[in-house]
């Protein structure tokens, strides 16, 4: 099984590679969709600006009926992971290197192995709206 804390990790090292500088003090509100086919199991959503971490929310995915707002985001370049921790262990199950819960990124990329932030990244520079969709890799 793998931990959540070393999918962070992994996560974090393969951000590591892009600089996030921001352009200005203006702050900007951040709004994410969230579309699952699975109606239990915690959803967890971390917000990368650059390298580093810089929000993680658990949510009920009753919760995701709504978006989730995040508020005050700085001009930037920005990733956010997100996985449905279906068997409750708060952790994001893996057989192999594969992932046995739903998982997705911003810009929702089809993936064969864990994704650059290159892929995933994406400007913020005015108020906006990323629409995740969790991908199944068990079927």
């Known amino acids: 099984m793998f931990r959540q804390g070393a999918l962070l990790l992994a996560t974090t090292v393969l951000f590591a590679c892009n600089e996030s500088t921001p352009v200005s003090n203006a702050t900007h509100t951040l709004t994410l969709e969230v579309a699952t086919s699975q109606t239990k199991g915690d959803v967890y959503v ?30 930037g370049e920005y990733a956010i992971v997100v996985y449905q921790d279906l ?9 192999g290197p594969i992932p046995q819960e739903p998982i997705g990124y911003s810009n929702n990329p089809r993936l064969m192995g864990p ?12 108020d906006s709206t990323q629409k995740i969709t969790l991908l199944d890799y068990r079927s």
């Open 46 to 75: 971390e917000l990368y600006q650059g390298e580093t971490s810089i929000e993680t929310r658990w949510l009920n995915p009753d919760a995701l009926r709504q978006p989730v707002v995040f508020s005050d985001i700085k001009q």
């Open 87 to 95: 068997d409750g262990n708060h952790e994001l199950t893996m057989s």
């Open 115 to 126: 994704p650059s932030f290159a892929l995933v990244s994406f400007a913020v520079t005015k």
